[in-house]
């Protein structure tokens, strides 16, 4: 498992790769503007996980809070509901259906 948790950082030295090839090649300015694009990607993909794992493992709350959501989104998504919504669709496990 901390192996798994190791391979985030692996999108930081991707990130910081990528950062020079824009700054120094002479590729035309779609293909930086491209480039740029997927550093902030793969970074932003990098760091989220790896505050994600911080906080599952340093704060209880933050435990807490996602294993709650994570919970009830599943019971939403097994459990058989009707809901009514303003304009008259039925809303019956996360799909509309609209009657007149």
């Known amino acids: 498992m901390k192996n798994k948790h190791k391979l985030w950082y692996i999108g930081y030295i991707v990130s910081a790769i990528l950062v020079p090839i824009i700054l120094f090649t002479d590729f035309p300015k779609t293909a930086d503007i491209?480039?740029?694009?997927?550093?902030?990607?793969?970074?932003?993909?990098?760091?989220?996980?790896?505050?994600?794992?911080?906080?599952?493992?340093?704060?209880?709350?933050?435990?807490?809070?996602?294993?709650d959501e994570r919970n009830i989104s599943i019971k939403e998504k097994s459990w058989k509901y009707h809901e009514y919504d303003y304009y008259g669709t039925i809303r019956y496990s996360n799909s509309y259906i609209y009657f007149l």
């Not at 990607?41 to 906080?55: A, C, D, E, K, V």
Request: glycine content about 2%.
């Open 34 to 67: 491209g480039l740029l694009i997927l550093m902030s990607i793969i970074f932003s993909i990098s760091h989220t996980q790896l505050m994600h794992n911080r906080m599952m493992k340093n704060d209880i709350d933050y435990k807490v809070n996602v294993m």
